[in-house]
Nanobody, 116 residues
Framework: QVQLVESGGGLVQAGGSLRLSCAASGSRFSFDHMGWYRQAPGKERELVARITGGGTVKYADSVTGRFTISTDNAKKSVYLQMNSLKPEDTAVYYC??????????WGQGTLVTVSS
């Protein structure tokens, strides 16, 4: 069973930075893509950033230029560097991975709170 362990959330002032980490274990198959989603109170879960095994990245318009997604294939980990954080970035952030069989896994979520 694949397990995703997230870390790095917390409270930060507007303009600050945080780095989220997600380590995957237990997978027998390679990952097709890895990414981060977020869900703010009262809103639907939305894609923040995604990266494929080939290195193709996609960002939500709202985070482009501020957030950077990266992976460490040896560690089966995905990271999200978040700079110039805004109060509207406040949400629970979820790690998401999809393996080559198109099976999807989710992390437990980590809370990011940006104060104004």
């Amino acid at each position: 069973q694949v397990q995703l362990v997230e870390s790095g959330g917390g409270l930060v002032q507007a303009g600050g930075s945080l780095r989220l980490s997600c380590a995957a274990s237990g997978s027998r198959f390679s990952f097709d893509h890895m990414g981060w989603y977020r869900q703010a109170p009262g809103k639907e879960r939305e894609l923040v950033a995604r990266i494929t095994g080939g290195g193709t990245v996609k960002y939500a318009d709202s985070v482009t230029g501020r957030f950077t997604i990266s992976t460490d294939n040896a560690k089966k980990s995905v990271y999200l560097q978040m700079n110039s954080l805004k109060p509207e970035d406040t949400a629970v952030y979820y790690c998401n991975v999809v393996n080559v069989l198109r099976v999807e896994y989710w992390g437990q979520g980590t809370l990011v709170t940006v104060s104004s």
